[in-house]
């Protein structure tokens, strides 16, 4: 199909200009299962709604998508309590960096959002409720593998077991947030869930492809799943839009000016809205934690489209 | 025609079971002149592109813009200087009120991004630049008469004097960021032409009618503006949804979807990039400085429409 | 001795006039065994350099001492590393409530002092070193009863294992300075320290006759212990002056003007360089976390006796 | 008298051990006028109770005395309303830079203690009360020259004049007092007060001389003035020990063990209560804003003497 040709072509192209980037950014080296990434690879995706997933470069390699499993164990919260949830995390840009613990201080254990570190560890006491951390991990990894259209998605154990041995960070705004009254399971059990959520491996096409989800809108058809309604695809963007590239949300949104999440593997989820799901990859990071080489692809392909939420 | 028919009666039936409720919020009252507001007043306008402006309520009585002049002036900055401005003051959300001095404090002096004050008052000092503040502000309302199809779109001076007389927190913040080298006017100048920009007054048909540039995008037409490129409509949105009712920025953007701005006189300005600008007012705020009953009705009206940028 | 006469009548009216009042403050309840003490007791206990320790009131009934324990576990800490303790603890007043993280954040996992719980859980993390808990608890115990001149001071394993179940925000400052690379043992080992040298267990007689080591400047005789040396109670002093009684630190040292280290459990050291070591216990707190009884009565003792260290 | 020759020698020996360093700290660069000063200068002085004045080095240069100045305008301001003065400050030591506005914020407007800027601007507001700047500068100057027994204590209006241009960032803390309402007087003429006592200019000699009441503690004598009672002299001593060297003020009192107040003009007065005052100078600070030889030089001066408050 002719669309495909052009979109696969101006991908090729992207990946062809941008690949060669002497300036990578950093890999991030905090986990150390991370730091063994090869900071040469990239890959993007595209899922436009209604057709099939485009990829160049290495699209079909597996990453770590970290932070952007938060996306979906929202979803799944939301789907679980429903608006219940913002009685314990906000839905506020929290203006600080992805792991501070100042705002919980100031605001008594409520994280600002469910897409800083804090917020999404009270989404995973959400998912794990009286459960235990496998079965509420079945639930995660289940609608990643249903989304992406893809059984083989999986939780890479030795990124998930290097978490668990260094996220002292992440245990302390738990046990600061359980000090709070703000945590219902036990520590060790919600901090599983986490780190393995974040631990779940994926390509750009799973990804563009489960993200289709998000971008269907109120026209899902074939892409609907009964977690991401019409609405709740709304809202999710809307939270990426405004919260989902850390203290790097704002620039984003003005010069991009459409939803996306980011990791610390070096991916990107971004969604245009009523048109396609976009993945991109590589593994150096900016100073602000996202991929450089993803977000400059992601701009060229955008700005070369004229996609916009502001201007449809 | 037959869609204005239709919206004008929606409008009404809007104005007209929220005009009715008793929880109205609270008049600000820390500047004077605006404690007078009568908060039984409330009115609404929607503007669609390429169509007439449609009202409702008390659409056509003044108000005090307020922070909702910020969008014109913002505009104008960027027409001066470009994206020079963005090495005086940032583009993201900042999680405080919006008069705070602690950010500017950590930041050395570079706001967060130019919708809370510091902001407005870094690009208050863009725009006066080396001439009076008659002359700048001039242009100021120039450009919102020019939008607004309106030549008597003016300056409140009982408004602007008493805001001048009890404006001690801006006067801390104006000096705070002179000490820290990101002022270059007078002080006293500076705050002149943001105590008066903040003055306009205009209704909510005024109001609806200037927003209409910015959600016109590509096919801007008959709504075009030099100052209003499509670009820069594109960009005023982005910030408008991730700033623009301070810290309760994020939660409209989840329940509403749309690119707002507010002042605390009461007013509210909503775009639907393509669609249409809405313009709605009432004196009562909520505890967030947004007014009650107007964000109600926005919320309203495009919940009915279903209007959101993330559903096109 | 007729000394010892009048301070003994002294403490009695003291404790007459003041154990009478009927506002009490409040008993702490975050640690589940301390809320059980009784609001009424009050003891007070005056250890003056080369004399015997005078008792009034409850002076001879065991409380849990809580933070004044960190003035012996630093003593044993400079023992050790001697200044090199203070590359991973700071030595200036904090400003902040003794349980604040978010100066740890801004300061890059570095306490502010060593009585604020960060900076005594680096302490304890010091005297563990490579030991077991245990070994490195009877250190700490094995001083106390050499200053107190008495086998009995003991921990309380009820009030240690109810600190251990509740105290989830120390475990999150311990993990948070884990993360920042400034904790070396394990977390639940230091922790454990800290906890059980929280849970010690004094009477005011024994803590006074403790404390006179550190009052006993230069001229210490039978009161010297290879652990107080001379420089190092002038420089403990120092600290309690400073930063002993949290955020009402500066307000004591205004109207006391002398040394003093207060614990949750409403006891409360305080030291007369040269003359004395005061002790006083009342359960009840006012909404600093000081002891409301024991600071009126140290207050009134030093008022009466015009002792202060800033009129010799 | 042998006494004074011994000290004479051992100042002579400090200044020309300590005076030779190479590492002298940076002059004060933000205030245009204190850039000028001459960073090879460098003088002491002890004036013992009871005793006559000892110098040594450029002890009988003028230089500013800057935030010295406090400890007499704070005098005046207790004399004039009492202790009804700290419902307008604090007592606590601030944790944070001299000139910070955060802790402003948090604390609505009321100042941590009176010797950050903030705290000196209150009780400038206070001196000030209904009078003219001239009168309450009178009284201050009156104050000094008394103290110091010499009619030619003057504030030096070339400096004056250089704080009144470039202070915006006290312009700032006070307008935010303002609106916080802990401002009763009129901006600019409280901050004339302000830069103008802050201007003041002495010598060492006549520097240590004030001193002297200070120290003199309850056998005042010949040193006794009106303003400086005992109580008053102990509450300022003890103040200077929390809060009198800024952030730093924990680790001098840790390594001092004496009350001392600094000012960026290189100057520090220290009290030794019931022995003498001792006032250092030279125009190099550190980088906590105190002067590094002078600070050196009092820590020589005091670890020679014995002399802290902590071991009488």
Redesign the interface.
């Known amino acids: 199909m002719k669309v495909g040709t052009e979109l696969e072509d101006l991908l090729a192209e992207i990946v062809g200009r941008i690949g060669d980037l002497a300036a990578r950014g950093r890999v991030a080296t905090y986990i150390p299962e991370l730091a063994n990434a090869d900071i040469r690879q990239f890959g993007i995706a595209v899922a436009p709604v209604g057709g099939a997933t485009v990829v160049a470069g290495d699209g079909d390699v597996h990453f770590s998508i970290q932070s952007i499993s938060k996306v979906f164990t929202l979803a799944l919260a939301l789907d679980r309590i429903g608006s219940a949830l913002w009685r314990r995390v906000?839905?506020?840009?929290?203006?600080?960096p992805f792991n501070?613990?100042?705002?919980?201080?100031?605001e008594r254990g409520v994280p600002?959002?469910p897409f800083i570190n804090a917020g999404a560890i009270v989404v995973a006491d959400v998912l794990l409720d009286d459960r235990t951390p496998n079965t509420a991990l079945d639930e995660v990894l289940r609608l990643c593998q249903r989304l992406a259209r893809d059984k083989s998605v999986t939780i890479d154990q030795k990124v998930a077991a290097s978490e668990m041995q260094t996220g002292?960070?992440n245990?302390?705004?738990?046990?600061?947030m359980?000090?709070e009254g703000n945590l219902k399971g036990d520590?060790e059990n919600v901090l599983r869930v986490y780190f393995e959520q974040c631990s779940i491996s994926m390509t750009c096409r799973q990804l563009a492809t489960a993200g289709r989800s998000l971008a269907a809108?109120?026209t899902q058809g074939s892409d609907s799943d009964p977690i991401i309604t019409?609405d709740r695809?709304?809202?999710l963007?809307?939270?990426m839009?405004?919260?989902g590239l850390y203290?790097?949300?704002?620039?984003f949104?003005?010069?991009g000016?459409i939803?996306a999440k980011s990791g610390v593997g070096g991916g990107i989820l971004a969604i245009v809205?009523?048109i396609a799901a976009i993945a991109a990859w590589s593994p150096g990071l900016d100073d602000k934690g996202n991929s450089l080489l993803a977000l400059l692809a992601i701009e060229e392909l955008i700005r070369h489209k004229?996609w916009?939420?502001?201007?449809?």
């Open positions: 906000g839905r506020e840009p929290s203006g600080d501070s613990i100042v705002q919980l201080e100031y600002r959002n002292s960070r245990r302390a705004l738990a046990n600061f359980l000090a520590v809108c109120e019409a695809a709304r809202r963007c809307a939270l839009m405004t919260c203290d790097a949300s704002g620039e949104a003005y010069r000016g939803p809205p009523g004229r916009s939420v502001f201007s449809p």
